[in-house]
């Protein structure tokens, strides 16, 4: 992985970890956890719709490198909301 491909993917982990504790509201390990599951998310998203024929809607191309924005932003808020609802606070 080239390093603009890993900043954009740091990048758009950044912004899907931040929209996934919105959307959840809650996140057990705060934002260090969030923005690492989103990161983990952003790199599986391609992957997965690679493997499923799932076209990419928008690349974006930056030095005749493609970057798949849309299923690296699905993939990363997905896994952000899957841990944070798997990991809601208990009540004692």
Do not use: D, H
Not at 37 to 44: E, H, K, Q, R, W
């Amino acid at each position: 992985m080239a390093t603009v491909e890993f900043g954009l993917l740091l990048a758009v982990a950044a912004v899907s970890a931040a929209i996934g504790q919105f959307l959840t509201g809650y996140s057990r390990g705060g934002c260090p956890v969030s923005f690492v599951s989103a990161a983990i998310g952003a790199y599986l998203g391609p992957l997965i719709a690679e493997r499923m024929g799932w076209a990419e809607p928008f690349l974006l191309t930056l030095a005749e490198i493609e970057f798949p924005v849309i299923t690296s932003a699905a993939g990363a808020l997905a896994l952000v909301i899957l841990v944070n609802l798997l990991t809601k606070k208990r009540k004692f």
